[in-house]
Structures are given as C-alpha cells and as structure tokens.
C-alpha cells in the first residue's frame, strides 16, 4: 500500500536555527498539506499546497514557515528561525484531489524538540 | 472559526464491550466530518467519513457514526471493541468552501482496550 513518508522522525535543534522536514506524498497525488501537534494539544491544520503554490493556510504558518516541493517527489516545510514553541509533531498528508473522495493519507510525523 | 471538542480524553472498556465516542462540532454551514484512528506507532488513518445523504455512516473495522445536525453531533460508536481497537481516535471537521484538506480536529480519545 503506498504511503506517506517523513524524515527525520525526530529531530533536536537550537532556538534560532533553521529546520527542513521533508515528506514524500504518494505518487500521484496533487495536493499536499502540513499539520502539526503541539505535545497535548489538538492537531492543527498549517498549509496546503497545490500547483506549486500555497493554496490555504492558517494564522499559524507565518513569515517563519515556508514549504517547497523542489523536486517531482519531495514536499519540504522549512521554519527559519526555530522558537521553544515550535516544538511539536509535524504531520504531512496529500490527497489525489481536492474533492469529497480526496481522503487524506498522512505521514507518521517529525518530532521536532527545540531547545 | 470552526471548533471540535471530544467529551472524553481516555476510555478504557474490557473487549465486547460497546463503545460510543462524543464528538461535537461547532460551525453554523455546511461540513464534512470525518473519524481518524491513530494506532500505536502509526500514521493517522481515516475511520469513516461523513459527506451527505444517510447520517448514519460505515466505516472500517465494524465502526459507525451518526450525524445529529440539530446536535451539531458525530459520534462515533462499534458494537463491540477488541483489543486490537486501542488507539487513538480524533474527530475532524472540514468547513464548506475552505479546501476538503483543511481539517479541523478534536483534541482526540485515547482508547484502552483490555483483553
């Protein structure tokens, strides 16, 4: 069965340096999106891409946060300049359409721990 | 904005045991509702979903839910749990005329199953 895939599933950083997670949506699916968990916390919708532009994203994804699909395969979340409160569980998903049938198909998630 | 509240935070049955998880949603439009379960050391996957027509809807794994419009309601429910049923489980709302990825989440259930 395909799946989403994510790397690094965890990763520790220091305040103020900058982090990529990467995801590897399925094949030939169209839309992607980046959610995160903050530790007991809901999760949080943060951006969703298609075209190869954000098509939608939340009060959270400010000017820190990017995203990139550099490649035909990767889609990156990039946050410049990390804070304590980026610490979290960052969940990528994509869907093959952006319809009523376009279910969701998420990735297991990077820990990122900022210190 | 949207919001999802789950009434209980961990539920513990003993297996064949009947299950009913609350999940209310607050948003005056229209919505698509969805159940993900999150199984120990995986990925979130989708339960059952919620679109239009019959309100009752059927899911994976003998799983259930019945939209109350007049309740604001989505609750899911199985007749009778087996251990291999603990997870995770987490209601989500999709707001008409935002992207079908924008999710929004409750906090989830964290469901205990005992053998």
């Known amino acids: 069965e395909p799946e989403v895939t994510q790397t690094p599933s965890h990763q520790v950083t220091q305040m103020g340096q900058e982090v990529i997670l990467r995801c590897v949506p399925i094949?030939?699916?169209?839309?992607f999106y980046w959610y995160r968990q903050i530790l007991g916390q809901k999760v949080e919708f943060l951006v969703s891409?298609?075209?190869?532009?954000?098509?939608?994203k939340s009060e959270i994804f400010d000017d820190q946060f990017s995203v990139e699909r550099p490649d035909g395969s990767n889609f990156t979340l990039k946050i410049r300049s990390t804070k304590l409160e980026d610490s979290a569980m960052y969940f990528c998903?994509?869907?093959?359409?952006?319809?009523?049938?376009?279910?969701?198909?998420f990735g297991e998630g990077s820990r990122l721990t900022v210190l | 904005a949207q919001s999802v509240s789950q009434h209980n935070h961990h539920v513990i049955l003993s297996e064949a045991a009947s299950l009913e998880l609350g999940c209310n949603y607050s948003?005056?439009?229209?919505?698509?509702l969805f159940w993900y379960v999150q199984y120990p050391g995986q990925h979130l996957q989708l339960l059952l979903k919620?679109?239009?027509?019959?309100?009752l809807v059927k899911g994976i794994k003998g799983f259930e839910a019945e939209f109350i419009k007049s309740k604001f309601s989505f609750n899911l429910r199985k007749p009778s749990v087996q251990w291999s049923d603990t997870a995770e489980y987490f209601c989500?709302?999709?707001?008409?005329?935002?992207?079908?990825?924008?999710?929004?989440f409750g906090q989830g259930t964290i469901l205990t199953v005992h053998p």
């Open positions: 989500a709302v999709n707001a008409g005329g935002t992207s079908y990825g924008k999710l929004t």
């Open positions: 094949s030939n699916h169209l839309y």
């Open positions: 891409f298609y075209n190869n532009e954000i098509s939608e």
């Open positions: 998903a994509s869907s093959r359409r952006d319809t009523r049938a376009g279910e969701l198909f």
């Open positions: 919620y679109f239009s027509g019959d309100p």
């Open positions: 948003y005056g439009g229209t919505v698509n």
